[in-house]
């Protein structure tokens, strides 16, 4: 039984104890940290230059930081609401200035997307990895104490544990440090208890391994607010690159996405095709899609409403996800056997009965006579109920009579078809690994009832980002699978650059994002489907995302297959290198399609009398705002999946947004001036100059502030 202190500073000191003071300490990714007592061995560390702290995570969570005294002016009042009294990281205040005691070391495998571009450290000791191989290369380095947060359901004798937000590595690294322990090193596990942490059953609970734990902390100076990533803001672009995505998810199948505003439109757009399908169809209408792309929305996916529904298989678990959950698209269940899953996928209205039996026999996931083991799976997926027992020949009934063990006897198929079972038991809509989002989708989980939260079974990532060890099952479970991702970069020949800059520095990770696109080129009927804007906008400086070339590829051409921005699909499957770039050239945007064209030809890629079609020649924004003023402001809001931000701060949001993407550097001076000399209507922005403290400017600096603010909010009012 693990040893249970309600101090996560004792805790501390009981781990050094333990290991000696040489502490290789494995965490999980984002939520799960239990930053209290890792803050607790931090500092026991500052002080005491003896021990020895080395970090192997991913993901460490921090409050934003503002790049402008506008800025912070606008995050530090928010910051204080949304994260209120989380406890931030200690040890990554110090990554991001470079300075950790020599004797800590922190080693990461994915960043918190652009905070750690200028940390020299964080970039020396950042570990390139697979998500699905976290686990072997940490233990191969020798972790030697796993810490991680808890929540927990229930009291006394019956209180229960559960990994929750984090059972990916957790449930793949334990049966590695339980080898070595059980070979004589020393592993110390710890858990530490979060009351306000959604309990998640199923895999994430911790069962068996509640045994192997050595600490478990239950300290209330723990129970801080929980870390949330509020919602952004999705652009026109973000939309529309959304909604071409929504038309290829096939109805009955299987949906994984990542975190962020891409994403958000993915799945807003996903539920208009279900809930307001005529709108859905005239905004696809407008498009003016070619006949090709018709021909492969009808062919991978569709328009229509979800008669089947989805299956949900997420490394990541998001408010998107959820909230597709509670609209009922995602609600195909999958099985843990073989025979039962391939029976559900013929019949789609899988229910209890003798057809179901017979089914089940001929796929040989059971046989006549009944053994007991095959009864107990008959039962406990509810094609049976409870009570039916095996007695040498015969099957005990629960109102005591018996019939024969004989699935071909009259009798016996008389009696199994009045005890089949009411509905089928043990189905899972959703897989993920991890969970985090806004502070909305935390309450949403513990507001679950038991049978919905059964439902949804956080597990290992390798169950979720891989195929092996279970292909067989797997590939009938994730049918026409959509693995949908992100990138911020792709080149003419269907690269995707998604994790790394060209001069080497890391913004992210890979995550599991390459697993994902190999899976989709392994599974019959899956495709993965790359989201990019077509085009940035920074200082007032337009660029292309695609471009010819980059030094760097997350995911290399020869796994290309659909990409996707806002003027358009690209699918590349089985194409020439020719074809991907006319295919590429067809979805960039039109103020740089001729350069591309140019540099593709240069390369020897691309015909020389090869002439863009007439219809992606005008690639634009302005023609996306065309089509936003056609379909009305409904279809796409600024924050569809709801938001932290109030009225005021949305509206200042777009106001700062605009001043950092649309003025340049040599251009700032002189809209300053022009601000300062410009009068403005004060009083029609009384509430957001308030906000931002600049209602009663002092000083010509605030001043200056209050007309950059005033000129910004004039440009995007309405």
Known sequence: MPEQLDDAFKAADRVIELTGGDIRLGLPLGLGKPNRLVNALYRRAQDDASIRLDIYTALSLG??????????????PFADRVFGDYEELDYLHALRKDQLPDNVRVFEFFFQPGSLLRSESAQRRYISVNYTHAARDINARGVNVVAQMLAVEGEGDVRRYSFACNPEVTLELLPMLKARRDAGETIVAVGQVHHDLPFMGNDAELGRW?????????????????FSTPNMPVSLQDHFVGLHASALVRDGGTLQIGIGALGDALVHHTRRREQYNQDYRRLLDALELPEAHRELIGREGGDRP??????????????????????????RPVYDWKALQAECL??????????LIDGLRRRRGIRSPLPPE???????????????????????????????????????????ETWRGDSLNGGIIMHGGFFLGPAAFYQRLRELDAELRGKINMTRVNQI?????????RVLQRRDARFVNTAFTVTLLGAAVSDQLDDGRVLSGVGGQYNFVSQAHELPGARSILMTRAWRERGGEAASNVLFSYAHNTIPRHLRDIVITEYGIADLRGKTDEEVVMAMLNVADSRFQVELMEQAQQAGKLRHDYRIPERFRHNNPDFLRRLKAEAGADAFPDFPLGTDFDATEQRLLKGLTWLKE???????????????????????????????GLHEPEGIRERLYQRLLLTALDANRG
């Open 63 to 76: 409050r934003p930081a503002a790049g402008s005294d506008l800025e912070r002016r606008f995050l530090e």
């Open 210 to 226: 509640y045994d192997e734990m050595d600490i478990v902390i239950d300290d209330p100076k723990a129970q801080t607010r929980l």
């Open 306 to 331: 979800f008669e089947l529904g989805l299956y949900g298989c997420s490394e990541m678990m998001t408010h998107g996800l959820l909230r597709l959950i509670d609209d009922g698209i995602i609600r």
């Open 346 to 355: 013929k019949h789609a209205n899988c229910v209890p009965g003798l057809e």
């Open 374 to 416: 095959h009864l107990k799976r008959l039962t406990d997926f509810g094609v049976l109920r409870r009570g039916i027992t095996v007695e040498g020949n015969r099957l005990r009934l629960p109102n005591d009579d018996s019939v024969p063990n004989d699935l071909d006897h009259p009798d016996t198929r008389e009696a199994l």
């Open 465 to 473: 980002n891989d195929l092996y060890g279970g292909e067989e099952l």
């Open 662 to 692: 649309t003025v340049s550097q040599k251009d700032y001076l002189k809209l300053a001036r022009e601000a300062l000399l410009h009068d403005h209507d004060a009083d029609a922005h009384a509430d957001e100059l308030k906000r931002m």
